[in-house]
């Protein structure tokens, strides 16, 4: 069973289960290929991704750390490292709410980030 795992998580192309089986048609394909390569490049608009990606793409310098729920934005004066356990939080919709525009420069992205967490 161990050995299914593997084989089947295997991203060599033609070498692992998954990539195998899509070959032979066993697996449906849900979406086409231009989504997929979309979704490598383009973080979720609904969720903490796209805080995390805007700054990332923008600030690849001053984000000395970046996890799936907290981002560290430096700036001139110091750093803030954002939380962000609800997947909501650093959505869009969340962004646009606080006035955080993550291609903004860093010292009024952190000035806006430190107004979100203490309203």
């Not at 903490?48 to 690849?60: E, M, P, S, T, Y």
């Not at 430096?74 to 609800?86: F, K, T, V």
């Not at 709410?97 to 979100?116: E, F, K, N, V, Y």
Request: net charge negative; charged share 25%; hydrophobic share 40%.
């Amino acid at each position: 069973m161990y050995m299914i795992d593997l084989q089947y998580s295997d991203l060599r192309p033609g070498r692992g289960l998954f990539d195998k089986l899509r070959t032979a048609g066993a697996v449906p394909r849900i979406v086409g290929q231009d989504e997929v390569e979309e979704a490598v490049h383009t973080a979720p608009s609904s969720t903490r991704a796209h805080l995390r990606g805007g700054l990332i793409a923008a600030h690849r310098a001053n984000v000395p750390s970046a996890g799936w729920d907290a981002i560290t934005l430096a700036g001139p004066e110091g750093g803030h490292r954002l939380r962000l356990a609800d997947p909501r939080l650093g959505s869009a919709l969340w962004c646009a709410q606080h006035g955080i525009d993550p291609a903004d420069d860093p010292t009024t992205i952190l000035d806006a980030l430190r107004r979100a967490v203490t309203d």
